[in-house]
């Protein structure tokens, strides 16, 4: 089964009397454990469709079924505790709170979101360090860090509550182009691994080489499906 199926989705946006048609009916599934990038120039829709599959944002009309569950159903609370539960969050500036340590950031969703118990943290923050190599950075704040290090204790931390999702906007943006292919590799490492479905919206060459399944939007619709066999 299909972990992501979108049907006929659409997003306006209004600003004033103006309406933007930002998504324009798009329909696409993604499996679990896949390795996907939508890509398309400035203002195609990327983002926007980034923010819908992961609940942030609801669709104008057309249905969205994430992990079995339709989220157009879902009112605000149960949207943020379905996005708790299933869908991680990396971004391309890191995001990481700068008062906390890497592993106080790689914690803190599992006090706030999860509430999960202490030694079970301990356990899964633990690992975790290990699994992204950060183990012998973990008392050092975001400040203290390399873009590298940074993005790799943000990518533990979008995993850190199990999602079955990681979505990316633009993750290696701010990498040089060698830490940037360790954050790839470090990602379909983990994919192999655990199975967590990676999703991306990029614009960086070295992504769009290592993904499997390419999304190419236009002006708000998907313009060809690449499942890799023929990708450039
Ligand atoms: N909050 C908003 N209000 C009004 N229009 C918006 C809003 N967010 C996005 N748009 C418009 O929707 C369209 C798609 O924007 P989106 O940010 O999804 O594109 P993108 O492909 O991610 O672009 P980029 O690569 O520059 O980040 C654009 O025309 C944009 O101006």
Redesign the pocket.
Known sequence: MSLVVAEAIT?D???GDII?R??GGISFAIDPASFVS?I????????????IIGCLDAPTSGRLTVAGTDVGTLDRRQGAAFRGANIGFIFQDFNLLPVLTAYENIEYPLIMVQKVPPEERRRRVTALLETVGMADQAKKRPDQLSGGQKQRVAIARALVTNPKIVLA??PTANLDSHTAHTVIELMKKIRDERRTTFIF?T?DQKLVDEVEILFT?ED?LLKNQNNGEDKP
């Open positions: 997003k946006y209004q600003t933007i930002a998504i939508f398309g120039p400035s203002g195609s829709g990327k983002t926007t469709l980034l923010n906007d633009e919206s614009h939007l708000g």
